[in-house]
């Protein structure tokens, strides 16, 4: 086995959660949006065509063979001028997920919705104190489906087919006994699509985040990112966010990530900076923490625009 390569870390770097899912009744969703004065702000589309594409790109395995309850998306902005998932709240109709739990509840295919808040770990995107306020109501309501736990990291491989085999096996220990793992290549993006579940994992995916940020969402990245890595892994938890936390779920999250990372050879024997995480946590506990979720990832715009 070849020896680890140590590349260098930036202070930024960390890992943090960068999206939750509920699935929720749709008409206790409703009550629950006209409290918070939400109702009104909820869009069927959006006018950032380039944020349409990203959606029907990134939801598009979401979609059901059922043609009477067809997938559908609607939009509630929670920050003005939005040009990306983060400081939004999605709300998925007739989904995969919305399907199976209303088979499980024995309910009809469109008596849940699948309400998603993305992009809460993105450096190149200010979180709005909005966004966490509304993301606080929903955690002490509603149990959590599912999340998005991410670490980015500086590593100077590229991420396709030919380093198939490096994901493949720094993911050996988190894939099914006895079951071929599901691995495959899309872009710049590497997937493993069943992981082992008693670790309560759904998907990992490592992929490219300077690319993606630079080439698909056409942000002005600085240079010395060049080399920017993300790994992200989807957890399923089932529970409140709170309890979840206190029965060490996101410490055995951060472990996975630190494994994974270290197997790829991205990291020394120090772990990844939890320090966005720990933020999220503090600031969602107790909103009156002066915490602040500022983008430093992207160039200085010049003469202030």
């Given at each position: 086995?070849?020896?680890?390569?140590?590349?260098?870390?930036?202070?930024?770097?960390?890992?943090?959660?960068?999206s939750?899912?509920?699935?929720?009744?749709?008409?206790?969703?409703?009550?629950?949006?006209?409290?918070?004065?939400?109702?009104?702000?909820?869009?069927?589309?959006t006018?950032?065509?380039?944020?349409?594409?990203?959606?029907?790109?990134?939801?598009?395995?979401?979609?059901?063979?059922?043609?009477?309850?067809?997938?559908?998306?609607?939009y509630?902005?929670?920050?003005?001028?939005?040009?990306?998932?983060?400081?939004?709240?999605?709300?998925?109709?007739?989904?995969?997920?919305?399907?199976?739990?209303?088979?499980?509840?024995k309910?009809?295919?469109?008596?849940?919705?699948?309400?998603?808040?993305?992009?809460?770990?993105?450096?190149?995107?200010?979180?709005?104190?909005?966004?966490?306020?509304?993301?606080?109501?929903?955690?002490?309501?509603?149990?959590?489906?599912?999340?998005?736990?991410?670490?980015d990291?500086?590593?100077?491989?590229?991420?396709?087919?030919?380093?198939?085999?490096?994901?493949?096996?720094?993911?050996?220990?988190?894939?099914q006994?006895?079951?071929?793992?599901?691995?495959?290549?899309?872009?710049?993006?590497?997937?493993?699509?069943?992981?082992?579940?008693?670790?309560?994992?759904?998907?990992?995916?490592?992929?490219?985040?300077?690319?993606?940020?630079?080439?698909?969402?056409?942000?002005?990245?600085?240079?010395?990112?060049?080399?920017?890595?993300?790994?992200?892994?989807?957890?399923?938890?089932?529970?409140?966010?709170?309890?979840?936390?206190?029965?060490?779920?996101?410490?055995?999250?951060?472990?996975?990530?630190?494994?994974?990372?270290?197997?790829?050879?991205?990291?020394?024997v120090?772990?990844?900076?939890?320090?966005?995480?720990?933020?999220?946590?503090?600031?969602?506990?107790?909103?009156?923490?002066?915490?602040?979720?500022?983008?430093?990832?992207?160039?200085?715009?010049?003469?202030?625009?």
């Amino acid at each position: 086995m070849s020896e680890a390569i140590i590349i260098k870390d930036y202070q930024e770097y960390s890992a943090g959660v960068d999206s939750f899912r509920f699935c929720i009744p749709k008409d206790s969703f409703n009550v629950f949006l006209r409290k918070l004065g939400l109702f009104e702000k909820k869009r069927k589309t959006t006018r950032n065509k380039q944020v349409d594409a990203y959606i029907k790109q990134k939801y598009k395995n979401h979609k059901t063979n059922i043609k009477k309850h067809p997938f559908n998306i609607k939009y509630i902005n929670l920050k003005r001028g939005v040009k990306s998932l983060s400081n939004t709240i999605l709300i998925l109709e007739n989904s995969k997920t919305c399907h199976e739990y209303s088979k499980a509840n024995k309910k009809n295919y469109n008596y849940y919705v699948e309400v998603v808040f993305a992009g809460l770990h993105q450096p190149s995107k200010d979180i709005g104190p909005l966004t966490m306020k509304i993301l606080k109501y929903f955690l002490r309501r509603y149990k959590v489906h599912s999340m998005d736990l991410a670490v980015d990291f500086d590593w100077d491989k590229e991420i396709n087919h030919t380093n198939k085999h490096v994901f493949e096996q720094a993911t050996k220990p988190y894939q099914q006994e006895n079951q071929k793992p599901s691995i495959y290549n899309e872009g710049t993006s590497l997937y493993l699509n069943n992981p082992d579940p008693k670790n309560g994992l759904a998907k990992i995916i490592i992929y490219d985040k300077y690319k993606k940020q630079t080439y698909y969402h056409k942000e002005n990245i600085k240079p010395e990112l060049k080399n920017w890595k993300r790994l992200e892994i989807t957890i399923k938890t089932k529970a409140r966010f709170f309890a979840w936390i206190e029965k060490d779920g996101a410490n055995e999250g951060i472990e996975i990530l630190n494994d994974i990372t270290q197997r790829i050879g991205a990291r020394g024997v120090m772990g990844a900076s939890v320090d966005v995480l720990s933020k999220q946590i503090r600031k969602l506990k107790d909103l009156r923490r002066a915490i602040s979720f500022k983008a430093w990832a992207k160039m200085p715009a010049k003469n202030g625009f």
